[in-house]
């Protein structure tokens, strides 16, 4: 039992040995620390300015709507160039607008439009760090180790969001907004100076050769619209990859809401609690799921991903539908819980499997076609969640448990799905 769990320990651990994942991480790390950050700042400095809501509505508008759009740009370029460079370029870029608004805000100078100018161009220049910071790992620790090194990465990226928030609430509290957006500022250049120390493995020849001759892989002067359309054309041509979009926007859409709307509403109303039910619902999902994450991690073995997320949709779908019948608080965390395991655990063996299998030469262009979906389905998720809850949440609860399940079962039906590995 002492050595197996050596063991484990060991295979987790050994990515964290490598110099230039230990830089990947931090630099990670302290990007979505900056994306919290900002958050805080943009929101806090528009109430401020403006004492609107509807005001703060446009702001985070503008800073949604670049990234949503811009995100398959960034992943044909990641592509083009290299997910090294754009992520360098964009924590660079993203460090000096926040900067800029930092000291606007000190002198005094700052204006409505011009925050929703700066959350513009602050999405536009995130989405094209978004697809490369999930494509660049492959060039950074060997395939054996995709697993444990997404782990670790998935760990950091839920300590920082939520650390980011946190944090950045506190600059505010006892200094003020503008403050906040110099820290953020600092956050993203320490970023980019981790991204520029990182080296990527050197690569077989016939290997280069292979991704350059692949039927991904663009030639000279194919047009940002091709390459675009040929990054579609693979992701969906596929039925393994067209399954592990599928599954995500399901997901998404049974997290999006439910675990928003759905969770406020369980607090509140079948619970009787408060904002601290609210918050232990949040942790616990959160706990399950960095548990599952290092669980994942440690796995010795290679499992059928098609089977693995075909459990995944039906773990979820039951979790789900036993949220709509719960009546005590004790049970809903178990609950809670025991879903986020299942996501965590999942997700790392879902990411290796896209990283390891998908040709590189397309690879960053089929994350942002990933993103993209998960951007379209979060606000639907929203939208349809807050009509059914207004029933209460048990209809809520049944009608993602249902979309869960069917989801399963097609997975299922697909031999092609099933044998996945």
Request: glycine share 12%.
């Amino acid at each position: 039992m002492a050595s197996t769990l050596v063991d484990a320990r060991d295979r987790l651990s050994a990515p964290a040995r490598l110099p230039s994942f230990r830089l990947l991480w931090l630099g990670q790390s302290l990007s979505l620390l900056g994306d919290g950050f900002s958050y805080i700042a943009f929101s806090w400095i528009t109430l401020g300015l403006t004492q609107s809501t509807l005001a703060l509505g446009y702001v985070l508008a503008f800073q949604a709507v670049p990234r949503a759009l811009l995100t398959m740009v960034g992943g044909s370029l990641s592509d083009k160039w290299s997910s090294r460079t754009l992520m360098k370029l964009s924590s660079w870029a993203r460090a000096a607008l926040m900067a800029g608004v930092g000291l606007a805000g000190l002198a005094g100078s700052l204006t409505l439009w011009m925050l929703c100018c700066a959350a513009a161009a602050f999405g536009a220049v995130d989405a094209f760090f978004q697809p490369a910071r999930a494509s660049i790992l492959p060039s950074v620790v060997d395939k054996e180790q995709l697993a444990p090194a997404n782990a670790l990465l998935a760990v950091g990226t839920k300590v920082s969001a939520v650390l980011g928030p946190a944090v950045g609430g506190m600059v505010v509290a006892f200094s003020n907004a503008p403050v906040a957006f110099l820290v953020d500022a600092v956050c993203f250049a320490l970023c980019g100076v981790c991204v520029a120390g990182i080296r990527p493995l050197a690569r077989p020849a016939a290997e280069e050769e292979g991704a350059a001759g692949s039927a991904g892989a663009p030639g000279a002067g194919v047009s940002l619209g091709a390459r675009i359309r040929a990054g579609l054309r693979y992701a969906f041509e596929d039925p393994r990859i067209r399954t592990i979009l599928a599954v995500d926007a399901a997901v998404t859409f049974c997290q999006a809401g439910p675990f928003t709307v759905g969770f406020a509403t369980l607090a509140k109303v079948d619970l009787h609690g408060g904002s601290a039910t609210l918050g232990l619902l949040n942790g616990a999902l959160a706990g399950g799921a960095m548990l599952g994450t290092l669980v994942g991690g440690a796995v010795s073995s290679r499992p059928r991903i098609g089977l693995l997320i075909a459990a995944l949709a039906g773990w979820l779908a039951i979790g789900t539908g036993l949220l709509g019948l719960v009546g005590n608080t004790a049970g809903a965390l178990v609950t809670v819980a025991a879903m986020g395991f299942g996501m965590g655990f999942q997700g790392v063996f879902g990411l290796s499997w896209i990283q390891r299998t998908i040709d590189g030469a397309v690879l960053s262009r089929v994350i942002s076609v990933d993103m993209v979906i998960g951007y379209a389905v979060a606000p639907l998720s929203l939208i349809v969640c807050g009509a059914l809850a207004q029933s209460g949440t048990a209809p809520m609860f049944a009608v993602s448990a249902a979309v869960l399940a069917v989801t399963a079962i097609g997975i299922l039906s697909s031999r092609t799905v099933r044998e996945m590995r």
